[in-house]
């Protein structure tokens, strides 16, 4: 830069480039691979997108109309012409978005180097057995992991999740193996109560973490495996590479409705998961026993002779924790009602710090084949606390008025008299037209 007397101060674009002053706070300066789309590990993309086609924008028809903001960062790296793909012109128009990608990829990822995207891969088997209604992941090995502490090391271990449903109340966590970035586990993880509606429609959250003990417990990377994938009683395997979590959109990269728009998406499908939130499992066995005759063979108990409905509270799977400790002190009651006399209660025992109890208790409602049809069965769940009032953790309803899984089951035991019908049934933390008080 010459400056002559006389003459005012002339900056070229190129040196204003290169000083790169902007209001704001000082932002890092790009690198090479910031120009370029980043792609995911197992993204099938055949071919890279130009700049034209993803900014849906027509360029300049002049070649020699470059953008002077990819023209300042050609000059930064030694103007380098391998900026631009092949068969790609930047136009004027096609700037803004252009930029407005380069921005989105810079914030998701600027936490990346080019060494380090690379987060390890992970490898699993997924079996799904039909008769038990239980899924089983044994977590086999990783390699590769990226290094979390300071000897270039890491403690990992590795977190299940069933999405969608509450974090605590379903996940699973193997051992933490010390000092390496190859660990092995060969540690088998079960899911109780999974259904077949459940292996179409959830997706299972495999995480890899590193342990510290002085400080929080750091994410190294995340695979997730839809479990329609899975087929009944067959095993498969699974290696795959860990990811970033799913990043949010960027701002930059939307408009002012857009992100209004996202925004107010977001809040009611919270709204929704808070109204539905699954809160654990509970398998029931349902039985309706006739009158006995006087040709039985097996005489039943006195309170049986007239008949009526059996339920068998047998347990619950993945409750979710109500207390600090991270467990839950649960117990179970059933209502049949509408219960005029408040008669039809009926508690099993509590078994203490546990989110996986096991009952097997049997309650028995003395009542008519006609009676049952107008009859609701209420089944919640609660937390037992010593001195105040217990928590409320999920509820199910089985009658003719109910819906999904809890009609069939109803159905099922009406039809087939005598007959035991077992069936797993999905906690919610809501009944509908039920006052809920211990």
Not at 29 to 55: D, G, H, N, W
Not at 78 to 101: E, F, Q, R, Y
Not at 162 to 185: E, Q, Y
């Amino acid at each position: 830069m010459t400056v002559r007397k006389g003459k005012s101060l002339a900056v070229s674009i190129q040196e204003h480039m290169a000083i790169n002053v902007c209001p704001g706070p000082i932002r890092p300066i790009r690198q090479i691979s910031a120009y370029f789309p980043r792609l995911s590990p197992t993204s099938s993309v055949s071919e890279p997108l130009s700049p034209t086609r993803s900014s849906g924008v027509p360029a300049a028809t002049s070649p020699g109309s470059i953008s002077p903001i990819v023209g300042a960062a050609e000059e930064k790296v030694g103007g380098a012409k391998g900026l631009l793909l092949p068969g790609a012109t930047w136009g004027c128009g096609a700037s803004l978005s252009a930029m407005n990608s380069m921005d989105t990829s810079v914030e998701i990822d600027s936490e990346d180097s080019d060494d380090s995207t690379s987060l390890g891969t992970l490898e699993f088997d997924l079996l799904y057995e039909r008769v038990t209604s239980s899924l089983h992941c044994t977590v086999l090995r990783a390699k590769g992991l990226k290094p979390m502490d300071f000897n270039g090391l890491a403690d990992p271990y590795v977190k299940l999740h069933l999405l969608p449903g509450a974090c605590k109340a379903n996940k699973l966590k193997t051992k933490i193996v010390r000092n390496t970035l190859n660990p092995v586990w060969n540690e088998t993880l079960t899911y109780c109560g999974i259904t077949e509606e459940d292996m179409y429609r959830k997706t299972l959250r495999v995480a890899v973490c590193d342990e510290d003990r002085l400080t929080h417990n750091e994410f190294i990377g995340e695979s997730r495996v839809a479990l329609r994938r899975v087929k009944p009683d067959l095993n498969k395997h699974f290696k795959l590479c860990l990811e970033h979590p799913p990043p949010l959109p960027s701002p930059t990269a939307m408009s002012s409705a857009l992100r209004g728009i996202s925004l107010y998406l977001r809040e009611w499908e919270n709204e929704q998961q808070r109204s539905l939130e699954e809160r654990g499992r509970l398998l029931l066995c349902l039985q309706f026993l006739p009158p006995a005759s006087g040709g039985d063979a097996e005489p039943q108990p006195k309170e049986r002779g007239k008949g009526g409905l059996s339920v068998g509270v047998k347990r619950c799977a993945h409750l979710a924790a109500m207390d600090v400790n991270g467990f839950s002190d649960p117990y179970v009651k059933t209502y049949l009602k509408p219960d005029l006399q408040k008669k039809s209660k009926h508690k099993t025992s509590v078994i203490k710090k546990t989110l996986n109890p096991e009952f097997n208790e049997e309650f028995f409602y003395e009542i008519s084949f006609s009676d049952l049809t107008s009859k609701t069965l209420e089944v919640t769940v609660w937390d037992y606390d010593l001195g105040k009032s217990n928590d409320f953790i999920g509820g199910v309803s089985l009658g003719c008025h109910s819906q999904g899984e809890s009609l069939q089951h109803w159905v099922d035991c009406l039809k087939n008299k005598g007959t035991k019908v077992e069936r797993w049934h999905t906690l919610t933390n809501q009944l509908p037209g039920s006052t809920l008080q211990d």
